[in-house]
């Protein structure tokens, strides 16, 4: 099982506004944590979510959604704290813009003394957004990634400044969880944000220095590009579809990413020693093909297996 750990929220859109007194709003279940979650399952893996659930009627709805879609929830913490909620507008290009509230929440309250036994079915974790970022929970889920016990561990920083707006809490963040970290994601615009003025290629070559086995850099409809410890470098550009909005477009990738990677019979470690540059740019065409798929439907709607070919 690979156990996603972070937030997990509801989200709600704005639909229509009718004057300064009146705005209609859909809910939405999301956090980039519990969409790679479910994202997984989609396509065919065993995952599990590692969070904060909240007893509340949200929280409760959050638990039914993870196991209607098989995601295993027997490591998300049922608490009385609040469930986040997340205020979502979208631009006229569908890009959303976040506003978070989140104090003394289900996910961001989560600590050491909370956190289950992990079994030996849990081969991975993959941790990322603001619960890698606001304590707690950040200082919950370093502890988890320091003693990872052999188990192949990813990281997609999914930077909300909204939730944390100092740009250097994110980069020390980072920086702690990199000696424990095997596969980094990173948008172009979340780099841009925490290592300004910084190549991707200067950025790869220093993560894949400290020890991190691949490095993939996504840039919205241009290509994305991946490195890799033994020195590979492949990149793929994503299908051109109608964009109905981006939401869930990056967890999309992520968990397609490693979706990929799961297949190998001796675990995604093994997988990205084997590569070569075919198949490393065969997988970022997956990852890139499954992405394209959500922009093109409304909301985080991740796509299934049988949605896409090799």
Known sequence: MFLVCGEALFDFFLETEEGPASARYAARAGGSPFNVAIGLARLGQRSGLLTGLSRDLLGQRLRRVLEDEGVATR?????????????????????????FYDTGSADTGLTAAD????AP???????GSYSIAVAPVADTLAGLAAGREGRF???????RPTVEPDMEVWRARLDGLLPHTDLVKISAEDLGLIRPGLGTEAFAADLLGRGVQLVVVTDGDAPAHAWTASGLHGSAAPPKVEVI??????????????????????????????????E????????????????????ADLPRAAELSD
Do not use: M, W
């Open 75 to 99: 490591y998300s913490v049922a608490t009385d704290r609040p469930t986040t909620i997340s205020l979502v507008g979208l631009d006229t290009a569908g890009v959303p813009a976040y506003q």
């Open 280 to 299: 490393l740019e065969a997988i970022l065409s997956y990852a890139a093909r499954a992405s394209a798929l959500t922009c093109s439907r409304r909301g």
């Open 245 to 278: 909005d981006t939401v869930g477009a990056g967890d999309t990738f992520q968990a397609a990413l490693l979706a990929r990677l799961l297949r190998g019979p001796d675990g995604p470690k093994a997988a990205i020693a084997a590569l070569d540059r075919v």
């Open 115 to 118: 956190l289950p036994p992990l």
């Open 121 to 127: 079915e849990v081969t991975g974790l993959h941790f």
């Open 153 to 159: 561990v990813s990281v997609d920083p999914n930077i």
